[in-house]
């Protein structure tokens, strides 16, 4: 029996191959042609929501208060409907090239972290998380950094929305044999081993109502997996309810400066 999806499609006639590919080419065309279209609209009601906040809050008359928070609500909506479209439009063009090589300029993980952790204590806030941070300057990789930015973010992001407050968060970058690993431990609820093998496909969700509330979209973890796919690494994943994960993305010695 063939292990891979590769080995799978290669057996099928070429005719349905083909058939199969341009249904695939149709279907990103698709999203990408819908995101595009909705981010001028969406950014039009978003700036005028903006300015009725701004007319709200400014003027203290008690009839104004109802639809301040009517207003805030209707902009934080939007708020996610722009990071919905940011994330398909970013999907839509990794599995787009998802044959072609990413850039191969030196990216400096260390500081590329650093700024992400500095940017997860401020979405923590008033959780109080305890974000640690340990990574080997002389370790870098050939990469897209932009890339890699948002697969490093996505993860340690996940970790801050699914740890409760006062909760550990254990970042590190190191070197060990000739592979480079970056690792996420959170003390997080923690994923049923059902759901493991599936929570990188597109909008799957292993708790529904609490990635609503949190603000995901539901495609951050299918963004990882194609980043990973195009800097030749693979996810490894190992977690327990209530015990919390440990997200592992591994970077073969090819990608190592």
Not at 25 to 32: L, S, W
């Amino acid at each position: 029996m063939k292990s891979t999806l590769q080995e799978l499609l290669a057996e099928l006639p070429r005719p349905v191959l083909t058939h199969i590919q341009n249904l695939e080419r149709m279907r990103q065309d698709f999203v990408a042609n819908v995101s595009h279209e909705l981010r001028t609209p969406l950014t039009v009601i978003h700036g005028y929501l903006e300015t009725l906040l701004e007319q709200t809050e400014a003027e203290h008359k008690q009839e104004n208060k109802q639809a301040h928070k009517i207003f805030s609500q209707m902009y934080q909506q939007t708020l996610r409907m722009e990071n919905l479209l940011a994330d398909l439009l970013l999907l839509s063009s990794l599995e787009t090239d998802e044959q072609l090589q990413p850039s191969k300029q030196a990216v400096d993980v260390a500081e590329l972290l650093k700024v992400i952790c500095d940017e997860a204590k401020q979405i923590s806030g008033n959780a109080n998380h305890h974000i640690s941070l340990e990574a080997d300057t002389s370790l870098k990789l050939r990469g897209n950094e932009n890339e890699l930015r948002s697969l490093f973010s996505n993860i340690i992001f996940n970790a801050v929305k699914y740890t409760p407050k006062g909760g550990k968060i254990a970042v590190t970058w190191q070197r060990q044999k000739n592979e480079a690993k970056f690792t996420v431990k959170d003390t997080g609820i923690g994923i049923s081993k059902e759901h493991i093998p599936r929570i990188t496909e597109r909008f799957y969700r292993v708790d529904k109502a609490r990635s609503r509330e949190s603000g995901g979209t539901g495609l951050g973890l299918a963004i990882v997996k194609h980043v990973l796919l195009r800097h030749e690494g693979k996810l490894e994943i190992d977690s327990k309810i209530g015990e919390g994960s440990v997200f592992t993305c591994v970077f073969p010695a090819s990608r190592i400066i």
